[in-house]
């Protein structure tokens, strides 16, 4: 299924979204940063011929910018409009406070989507802070909202819910047992190739074999930022745009820039450079044998 | 499902359970449904679906591995295992993928950070001397002393004004608060006369100091006293205990009064001052009194040179425990002050993984140091 959405997935990522889906529950996928946890929920919408509802997650996010916001504007020019009126002044309250003057907000939305269960991907949970994750608890665990002037919104459809984290903090035990959970690494050599293959589709095999062996040998390396497989694709894509026939020191050091974001790297990586270039074509020059 | 496999489940999850995985009733049942959706003949695919319902972290995985195997290998149940070769070829890509112990890896990867971070911080700019400022606490005079619990209240009134993200209604202020303004304006029939105003609300961090007073500590331990002393008069929501071969709360006793005032009460209400050091089953008591307090807007501070007479198993249990609740926890070492001092004792040994600061406190400059970590 997930083939198909040119997402390579493993039996998994494959048997934990299934589970979620089949069980009802969020999964929480965990992972270093640039390993494709974004793109699973993306993927999983495509599949499913739904709606990706995303809500990227920051310090003090809060109701209004996550469940709903009033209006104002519209509010105040309806009242400006019904000045002359007749209305009493409970009949304009609740005019002025009724689903037409809601602003619905991602996890709003993702409860009223009215066709089918979209995907809700609560993105980099780990950044928002603790009042929003037990807040967000409370909806995940009955898919309702209440909103004071209306009263409570129930889900119209259980909205499949993808939960993401960098863990650069620890999560609440509460939030992690009502969720399901896994964990990406980074690929290894195959499926790296497989990924870069699937989504770069002009490269040259030759030349994706020999970035796929240089990302893996750089991410053994201690870097203070490893490359994720996001960096990867911007490298490949970076080389079919140069037309690059395949792999030699200078191309390598006039694009490390796509796969290396931080100037101490950049100088670590540079005195490997040949050592990883020779061992990639020794190993080259063995498979031509 | 066989009834048998459901048996089987249940020991295996009390099993996980003992390791200190937190696996509640309603996982378990949650795992047995599961287990009915899925092919059970299938080894691979029972493993991941168990994992993925039983384990919350990655740093579970090398435990819950190492648990699976044992107890869905050893039974005489075991399902026979498919041979079809897409899956041996499936099974065998994903161990080659997998790498040794998450966990470990992890734990290396806390541990680099930390030693990082527990470089003392050198800080210029310091309004008293310098030699003040670098001389050891147990070199210290009386009016040195004050200067200890008059820097503690400078810090902790900066810490309070720090804003946090999220809005309080006001009368007065900046920003407009719409959703009350227009409501307010209903009452005037839908034109906006009162306006009212939203701000941004002060960072609220807790501040919880549990300070050793045993013997090895007590050139330090009055004088981090003064500076705890410092925190709770200027900062309500401060939490200090002292241990040594037990925990005492001390909250009530430090606070508005004179600092003579608050030793002396502690004197008398504190067993054990100056005596020997249990910080594994001292932490244990905080841990099951006041555990319950703390979130992550708590910073934990705890002082100790780290001598322990009790099991070092039990302190890095207590202190595992209190970093998952707490915002961040700080271990304060006056003896990391010197050159030559190295963190061998075995408590420290025990205690260095679960900590996410550790420093010097052994001068002003230290305890001045400190302020950026306090900020959450």
């Keep these: 299924m997930l083939e198909e959405q040119v997402y390579i997935a493993d039996a998994g990522i494959a048997t934990a979204l299934y589970l979620s889906m089949a069980l009802g529950k969020p999964l929480l996928i965990e992972g270093p940063a640039g390993v494709g946890k974004t793109e699973i929920a993306k993927a999983l919408a ?18 209004t910018t996550t469940l709903y916001e009033w209006n104002y504007p519209k509010q105040l020019l309806h009242l400006k409009l019904e000045e002359s009126s007749t209305a009493s002044e409970a009949e304009k309250e609740a005019m002025i406070f009724s689903e037409a003057f809601l602003l619905k907000r991602p996890l709003l ?65 509460a939030l992690r047992r009502r969720c399901l959970y896994h964990w990406i690494d980074y690929p290894s050599m195959e499926k790296e190739l497989e990924i870069v293959r699937a989504k770069v589709p ?59 974001k931080d100037e101490s790297d950049i100088a670590a990586f540079k005195a490997e450079l040949p050592r990883i270039i020779d061992a990639r074509c020794i190993t080259e020059q063995e498979r031509s044998d | 499902m066989p009834e048998l496999d459901v048996e089987k489940l249940i020991v295996f999850c009390r099993e996980l359970r003992e390791h200190n995985l937190s696996v509640t009733p309603s996982e378990v049942v949650t795992a047995a449904t599961a287990l009915q959706m899925i092919d059970t003949i299938d080894r691979e695919e029972v493993f991941i679906s168990l994992r993925t319902v039983l384990t919350t972290s990655v740093d579970d995985f090398p435990i819950f591995e190492e648990l699976f195997k044992r107890y869905w290998n050893s039974s005489p149940h075991t399902p026979v295992q498919r041979d079809t070769v897409s899956k041996t070829a499936l099974r065998s890509k994903r161990t080659s993928s997998r790498q040794p112990p998450k966990g470990l890896e992890f734990f290396l990867k806390h541990w680099g950070t930390f030693s990082a971070d527990a470089q003392p911080v050198k800080v210029p700019g310091a309004s008293d001397t310098e030699s003040a400022a670098k001389k050891d606490f147990s070199e210290f005079t009386n009016e040195e002393l004050e200067e200890v619990s008059r820097l503690a209240r400078r810090m902790v009134r900066r810490l309070a004004r720090k804003p946090s993200r999220r809005w309080r209604p006001v009368r007065r202020g900046h ?33 919880v100091v549990i300070c050793d007073v045993s013997g090895s500590m007590d050139i330090y331990s009055r004088l981090l006293l003064q500076f705890v002393y410092g925190l709770q008069n200027s900062f309500a929501k401060v939490e200090s205990f002292v ?15 004179t600092y003579q005032r608050a030793l002396d009460r502690l004197s008398a209400n504190v067993h054990g001052w100056s005596g020997g050091t249990r910080i594994g089953a001292s932490l244990a008591m905080f841990n099951d009194q006041w555990l319950r307090r703390i979130d992550k807007r ?56 679960f900590v996410h600061l550790f420093a010097p406190a052994h001068d002003l400059a230290s305890l001045r140091a400190l302020e950026p970590h306090l900020v959450l």
């Design chain 1, 109 to 173: 939305q993702a409860i009223t989507e009215h066709d089918r269960a979209p995907v809700l991907l609560i993105d980099e949970i780990d950044r928002s802070d603790e009042e929003f994750e037990a807040f967000l608890l409370e909806v995940l665990s009955d898919y309702q909202v209440t909103i004071p002037e209306i009263g409570a919104i129930r889900a119209t459809h259980r909205p499949h819910v993808v939960l993401t984290s960098n863990r650069s903090r620890d999560l609440s035990d």
């Design chain 2, 243 to 257: 241990f040594a071969t037990s925990l005492v709360r001390i909250t009530g006793d430090l606070k508005n009064k």
């Design chain 1, 202 to 260: 002009g490269i040259v095999e030759a030349v994706s074999s020999q970035l796929t062996r240089v990302m893996q040998a750089t991410r053994t390396m201690s870097l203070s930022k490893i490359p994720g497989v996001a960096e990867t694709l911007d490298w490949a894509n970076a080389l079919v745009a140069l037309q690059a026939p395949g792999l030699n020191e200078q191309i390598v050091t006039e694009t490390l820039g796509c796969f290396l």
């Design chain 1, 46 to 63: 495509n599949a499913l011929r739904t709606k990706l509802i995303r809500l990227q997650c920051y310090e003090g996010l809060d109701a």
């Design chain 2, 175 to 207: 920003r407009v608060n719409l959703r009350r303004s227009l409501r307010l304006s209903l009452k005037t029939g839908g034109e906006l006369v009162d306006l009212t105003y939203k701000e941004r609300r002060p960072k609220r961090t807790k501040l």
């Design chain 2, 298 to 353: 708590t910073v934990v501070i705890i002082l100790s040179d780290g001598w322990d007479t009790g099991e070092p198993e039990k302190l890095a249990a207590a202190l595992s425990l209190l970093k998952r609740r707490a915002g961040r926890l700080i271990w304060l070492n006056p003896l990391l002050g010197s050159e030559s001092y190295e963190p061998l004792t075995r408590g420290m040994q025990a205690a260095l993984p």
